[in-house]
């Protein structure tokens, strides 16, 4: 697999209303780190646990571009669910065909707002 199709499978299996927790947990590190603003992991256990907790239903995201060189990568992405549309970055730190660290950028208020 190549990097791009690293980043690439992790982000489709990451896919919100249909994430593939078994995929997901396969490209991962087991020491990965995830920073997002809303959340944060430490091991790829907790982060897939959390990832199987998350709401299902009407969400997508499309994977506008993706960028990688030398261990590392960036992807933007667009995110989609009824009444709500975000775009985010993420950071992706990879060696030996699993991905260490994770880091997602968006402005986190429409989700807040979104929760009440």
Excluded: C, N
Aim: hydrophobic share 40%; charged share 25%; no cysteine.
């Amino acid at each position: 697999m190549t990097d791009e199709e690293l980043i690439t499978a992790y982000l489709t299996a990451t896919t919100p209303g249909d994430i593939d927790l078994g995929t997901t947990r396969s490209l991962l590190h087991d020491d990965v780190v995830v920073d997002d603003p809303l959340m944060s992991f430490e091991g790829a256990d907790a982060y897939v646990e959390a990832l199987g907790q998350t709401p299902r239903g009407e969400m997508s995201s499309t994977i506008e571009h993706v960028l990688t060189g030398d261990g590392v990568a960036a992807a933007k992405v667009s995110f989609e669910a009824p009444g709500l549309a975000v775009d985010f970055a993420q950071w992706l730190w990879f060696d030996d065909g699993r991905i260490r660290r994770i880091q997602v950028i968006y402005d986190p208020r429409p989700f807040l707002e979104a929760a009440g």
